[in-house]
């Protein structure tokens, strides 16, 4: 996996205006396939609601898994316990697939499961969850033979990617919709986005001509709407949603969110 440096947020960057230029399920799937690939890995998935018949408006699969691991999956019915989307469910931002002992014991059929994804090369591999109110949460998932690079730079990146993805699929299935929840203010959007850039609630509150009070009023504001604790899950919530573009995000300031994101992996 590619560590997270101004080279990859460039990289996500042209992800995201190819994945927003995306007119089909099926023309952003190629999209994030060629990411995968850049970032290091073969193998990738985007997937919300366990059964199209749920809402097949607001369900999508997009995957290049192998067809054959594909077609054992649905036929046996084992996306309706997988172990490796119930360990991420119970994590913030997600587990490597080699962490999924941390967070939930598996069953004989579970235990099953892995073992068959591997023989199709599905050896290792990080998912990330995506909760939104009044919606079905939705996993993303980069996987390969290879051991994952853990490291925290590497995760931030994966969650990124997932969310330029998760966001341009929930366009294309239901419209240009935010994900629920009362709308950011302007004035939320303006502090976010200096947020993104870096800075403290004092120069925010430079920039903006306003006291360090207000602004931390706005940002808490928003963080509450969102129901995150981090200022990083925040910037990545307003990404996701559409408010600001990665290029927002400071490079210099990476390092930085990703040691602020990991710490909260498991609290």
């Excluded at 994030?32 to 607001?58: K, M, N, P, S, T």
């Excluded at 939705?138 to 993805?165: C, H, K, N, W």
């Excluded at 709308?183 to 986005?193: E, G, M, N, Y």
Aim: net charge neutral.
């Amino acid at each position: 996996m590619t560590s997270l440096d101004q080279g990859s947020l460039g990289d996500l960057v042209a992800l995201q205006q190819a994945a927003g230029a995306a007119e089909t399920i099926s023309e952003l799937a190629s999209r994030l396939e060629d990411a995968a690939r850049i970032f290091g890995h073969r193998w990738f998935a985007l997937v919300r609601g366990r059964h199209v018949r749920e809402d097949a408006q607001r369900s999508f699969l997009l995957t290049n898994y192998p067809d054959g691991w594909i077609e054992q999956v649905l036929g046996e019915g084992r996306h309706l316990d997988d172990p490796v989307h119930l360990a991420a469910s119970r994590s913030f931002h997600g587990v490597a697939w080699d962490e999924i002992g941390q967070y939930v014991e598996p069953t004989a059929r579970q235990l099953e499961t892995l073992q068959a994804a591997s023989t199709y090369g599905l050896r290792h591999g990080m998912t990330i969850p995506f909760r939104m109110t009044g919606l079905m949460p939705g996993m993303f998932s980069l996987a390969g033979q290879e051991r994952l690079d853990l490291s925290t730079g590497s995760r931030l990146l994966v969650y990124l990617l997932g969310s330029i993805g998760f966001a341009r699929a929930h366009e294309l299935s239901v419209g240009r919709t935010k994900f629920g929840g009362p709308p950011l203010s302007p004035r939320q959007i303006d502090c976010v986005a200096l947020v993104a850039e870096g800075l403290n609630d004092c120069e925010i509150a430079r920039r903006l001509s306003l006291s360090p009070n207000t602004v931390r009023e706005y940002i808490e504001a928003a963080r509450r709407r969102y129901g995150v604790k981090r200022r990083i899950q925040l910037v990545i919530a307003a990404i996701r949603d559409g408010y600001l573009d990665i290029d927002a995000i400071n490079p210099s300031n990476l390092d930085a969110w990703a040691i602020e994101l990991s710490g909260n992996a498991r609290n």
